[in-house]
């Protein structure tokens, strides 16, 4: 039963293991390796398939990452509220991290046919890899923080995990086109997510809840640190060097596309 509890994060006795301990390299580096080892696999197997039967893995996903994410709402709310007598803690569980806007896009992408699908695949294709890799190898808030073997951590794992799967099998099975006419609408979508994330940050402030969504209040000991540093102390000039740092991500991704797709004299317009 003291397992049980410590694993929920309840009176865990446990000492973290550091940030890039082999602990923490190994959960992760095994997590990837099947991740992506399986969308390659059922990419390569799927490339020629109808477009419908390609969409039935990614709804799969979709479904598996949801449930993953309700179960830990869920388990999270019961301790908070039954046993910390904390009913607020669902505003710190808000989908508004670069990698769990994927909860909300890998549906879309899965589920709707037209532009608005199609843009939400190439979101998924862009943001999902690099959340994916961001959100597990360079996860400082959560590694060093509490022991691998945590249930924060092994949901997070595997939510990202999927992240990644469905970016790189929708790369390789054509579902994500990296179209330059769909990237004003990924950019709105990305808009969208910031301005939500402004505003929970915003309402939790003070509140000892999250209020460091999409962080763009601080870097967190993310990569962010560099706009920490560009920022020089001005928590302004922070925020929009981070909001400015996301877009030149999907700037620097699609770049790199359309110069692969020129130098192969494919159509780079889309």
């Known amino acids: 039963m003291d397992i049980i509890k410590a694993f929920f994060g309840w009176n865990d006795p446990r000492t973290p293991e550091p940030f890039f301990s082999w602990q923490h390299l190994l959960y992760v580096g095994v997590h990837l390796l099947i991740a992506f080892s399986l969308a390659v696999i059922l990419g390569i197997r799927d ?15 979709a479904v598996a990452m949801i449930v993953l994410e309700a179960v830990k709402i869920i388990l999270m709310e019961i301790r908070c509220c039954v046993l910390d007598g904390d009913a607020g803690h669902i ?4 989908p508004l991290w670069l990698c769990s806007t994927q909860l ?8 709707n046919r037209g532009r608005i699908g199609k843009a939400a695949a190439d979101f998924v294709a862009v943001f999902g890899l690099v959340g994916c890799v961001g959100g597990t190898v360079l996860a400082s ?15 997070s794992v595997a939510t990202h995990s999927i ?18 006419k769909n990237t004003p609408l990924v950019a709105l979508y990305l808009a969208v997510f910031m ?5 929970a940050n915003a309402w939790n402030a003070d509140s000892g809840y999250q209020a460091n969504y999409m962080f763009l209040q601080n870097d967190g000991g993310t990569p962010f640190f560099l706009c ?21 991500c ?13 130098t192969r004299g494919k159509n780079v317009s889309g």
Do not use: W
């Open 91 to 94: 505003r710190s569980m808000l």
């Open 250 to 262: 999907l700037a620097a991704y699609m770049g790199v596309v359309m110069l692969i797709r020129k």
């Open 141 to 155: 808030n959560y590694f060093g923080q509490m022991p691998v073997l945590r249930f924060e951590i092994v949901d």
């Open 104 to 111: 909300i896009m890998i549906p879309v992408a899965a589920f």
């Open 228 to 248: 920490t540093m560009a920022a020089g102390g001005s928590q302004t000039l922070y925020t929009v060097f981070a909001i400015l740092l996301h877009y030149l």
């Open 195 to 199: 301005g939500l994330s402004l505003l």
């Open 47 to 61: 490339r020629k398939k109808a477009e419908e039967d390609r969409r039935k893995v990614v709804k799969a996903a």
């Open 163 to 180: 992240s990644g799967f469905c970016a790189l099998y929708l790369l390789i099975t054509g579902g994500s086109e990296l179209k330059l």
